[in-house]
């Protein structure tokens, strides 16, 4: 016997799980978000972080006005970074307006039940009986490590994502391992707090950003393209603003965009602070890595072959995610047999990939749905990033609305354009 029941049980509360609570709930129906509002952007993100982002890319998807972070904080116009901390702020501002009653708790299970439905376990111990279960955990299970770097313990080697106090690194050597924005500005947070950082990189030459231009005259706009949430031209423009139309293109075209649009790469506000306090070494692979009693000894190859190695007191991978569905513990292992991946028939040592994914992002299993990195695979680059929260919860919370019978009367529903965030920073 199970101890409750909803229409909707969504598992995460970062910006595609509210998102897609404040569509369901708009809508009428019993919905529990279960999850602490921007718990992982809060406790997994290191302090002094600014979003890559721009500000009118930042924005959560709600069908009431005046709930965007550009409606919050109407003064952040482009270019200015945003910090970790007022993001945050403006997620849990967005929670208590639009979804009030989020549950500071976590999904530990799902199975599928055996009529239509899921049984969906909390931490709480409670079990809750529904018919649809939205996974939008963000990219947290999804945090890679590279073969060379796995197997080490993790006071030798960690994620860039395990960290929010860099400052536990203060006067010690460390190897951050990555050449996009996430590995150099670890590198100059760590440098800030006193440690060592030492960043080791593949790219021949790190990349950077452009600075974004206030104003373009018309031949630049016809000739550079039109912005958008993923930067400017004319193909970002699609896969940011058109993502449904990504689904149509053959898999390996997908693939492709995914991996190719934003390549590793830093912002452009960061690169002055990257300054002679950061070691730089760029044109290097990691092809080993061993545990020493005082650290970690990697070992790297250039392109030449010549190897080199590097010992350290420690090692971040800041090596991005990698949607896979065998990392979602939460799925029980019947439940995630029967979701069919991108890789192909499972068993044999195949590995687990990212669901196949419908037009309104449900899977294979009727009523569970991928928000988030997990559905990249399906609609593009743009799932990566909290610009793609919108379309996300839309096509989610319209395909839901389709399917369920009785809906009862919006609670709670905001009509009107709320006041801006006008207090002083």
């Known amino acids: 016997m199970n101890d409750s029941a909803c229409d909707v049980v969504i598992a995460g509360a970062g910006p595609y799980g509210l998102s897609t609570a404040a569509y369901l709930q708009n809508l009428g129906l019993d919905v529990r978000i279960i999850g602490r509002p921007m718990r992982f952007w809060d406790e997994n993100m290191p302090e002094g972080m600014y979003l890559k982002s721009e500000p009118f890319a930042s924005n959560l998807g709600a069908p009431q006005r005046g709930m965007g972070f550009t409606d919050r904080h109407p003064d952040w116009g482009l270019g200015r970074p945003i910090p970790l901390d007022t993001f945050v702020a403006y997620g849990r501002w967005f929670a208590s307006v639009v979804i009030p009653g989020t549950e500071d708790a976590q999904v530990v299970n799902i199975e599928g039940a055996r009529r239509d439905g899921y049984v969906v376990t909390l931490s709480t111990g409670e079990t809750i009986a529904t018919p649809i279960v939205v996974v939008a955990v963000g990219v947290g299970p999804f945090a890679h490590i590279p073969d060379e770097l796995s197997g080490l313990p993790s006071w030798l080697v960690s994620h860039s994502s395990a960290h929010r106090d860099l400052g536990l690194f203060a006067g010690k050597e460390v190897a951050v391992i990555g050449a996009g924005q996430s590995a150099l500005e670890t590198a100059v947070l760590l440098a800030d707090a006193g440690a060592y950082p030492h960043v080791i990189a593949r790219r021949a ?10 104003s373009r005259s018309p031949l630049e706009l016809l000739r550079g393209g039109p912005r958008s949430g993923l930067g400017t031209g ?51 692979c990691v092809v080993k890595a061993a545990g020493r009693d005082d650290g970690v000894a990697l070992t790297t190859i250039d392109q030449a072959g010549r190897r080199v190695t590097t010992e350290v007191e420690h090692a971040i991978a800041a090596t991005g995610y990698v949607p896979d569905i065998e990392r979602l513990t939460m799925l029980s292992p ?33 009523g569970l749905y991928f928000a988030g990195l997990a559905a990249a695979v399906t609609f593009g680059p743009v799932m990566r990033f909290v610009h793609g929260a919108d379309f996300a919860a839309r096509r989610i919370a319209h395909h839901i609305i389709r399917r369920t019978p009785a809906v009862r009367e919006p609670a709670g529903r905001v009509e009107t354009v709320l006041e801006p965030d006008v207090s002083p920073r």
């Open 234 to 284: 004319y193909r970002t423009w699609l896969w940011a603003e058109r993502p449904g139309l990504v689904r149509y293109l053959p898999e390996r075209t997908r693939r492709r965009i995914v991996r190719e649009t934003l390549p590793p790469a830093g912002a452009w506000w960061l690169r002055d602070r990257l300054d002679d306090r950061v070691r730089v070494s760029t044109g290097r």
């Open 334 to 366: 019947d439940l995630r047999a029967r979701i069919a991946t991108h890789s192909g028939p499972k068993g044999g040592g195949t590995r687990f990939g990212a669901p196949v994914l419908s037009r309104n992002f449900e899977a294979s299993t009727s």
């Open 205 to 214: 030459e790190l990349d950077w950003n452009t600075v974004p231009e206030q």
